[in-house]
């Protein structure tokens, strides 16, 4: 019984020696291993590896990783707040780096990262007023691409792929107050740009009617002119009409007054046969 003991006992510390000392690597991580709190300078790819079952190991990814922070808040040169959101990425780039530097402690290495970023937006935040950081992003936005950030991130171990801004904002109750004020501006703006405009159609309208009085006398003078000129020539024609002919003249006259003697319909006009109309119809009629 002893004896079957013994056996199982030392095949349960076999099977735990042999676990404790294999291990397996993924394709997207590269592993370490320290033997008491000593780290062992081999670095293992992906695949099987053993090791002493006294090692421990430690795994880090070695993908893109991508962190995001919004609403991250800072002061402007004149003392306004702004909230910031950017993102940063990066990839390993020395494992026993990192370890040393936090342990290979991922959130603590995305800590690291965006404080010193946050370092840099809060310099080049703190040196405009608000209107310049709102109008002028490329401020804040050129503070991050420096050599000095990827030297930081070297030194934690990892490679800094890329960091953006994502927006520079006023905050949203000084937003909201700033919009307002926006809008009365833009109201008065609008009055301002309505009574110009009204003040322009009233002249406009005035200098119009100006200009029509003005055309209308000038087509009256022009037409009583040629209605006077028309009435000369009018005048001359029927002169020399009525000189060469002055039997005919006295008949075109008196055509004349009986016409406007019968200027209504039904008017009646009685004469005399010894008139001087009937001389001529007698005159005619015995021709």
Known sequence: MAKRLAVTFAILLAALLLWRSVFIVDESEVALLTRFGQLLPTAYAAGAHFKSPL?????????????????????????????VDFYLRWRLLDAARLFA???????????????????????ALAAAPLATDITDTQLA???????????????????LVDVQLQRIDLPEEMANAVYQRMQQGLLAQAQQLRAQGSADADKI???????RAEILADATRE?????????????????????????????????????????????????????????????????
């Open 55 to 83: 090692a421990e190991v430690h795994k880090f990814d070695r993908r893109l990783i991508t962190r995001s922070y919004l609403g991250e808040s800072f002061l402007t040169k004149d003392q306004k707040s702004l909230t």
């Open 101 to 123: 530097a936090n342990g290979g402690d991922e959130d603590a290495t995305a800590a690291r990262m965006a404080e010193l970023v946050r370092e840099r937006i809060r310099a």
């Open 141 to 159: 936005a050129g503070a991050l691409h420096t050599d000095l950030l990827r030297t930081s991130a070297e030194q934690l171990g990892v490679a």
């Open 205 to 211: 309208r005035s200098d119009a009617e100006h200009r």
């Open 223 to 287: 037409a009583q002119r040629v209605r006077g000129e028309a009435d000369a020539a009018a005048s001359a024609t029927y002169a020399r009409a009525y000189g060469a002919n002055p039997e005919f003249a006295a008949f075109t006259r008196s055509l004349q007054a009986y016409r406007n003697s019968l200027g209504r319909e039904g008017d009646i006009l009685v004469i005399s046969p010894q008139g001087e109309f009937f001389k001529y119809l007698h005159s005619a009629s015995g021709r």
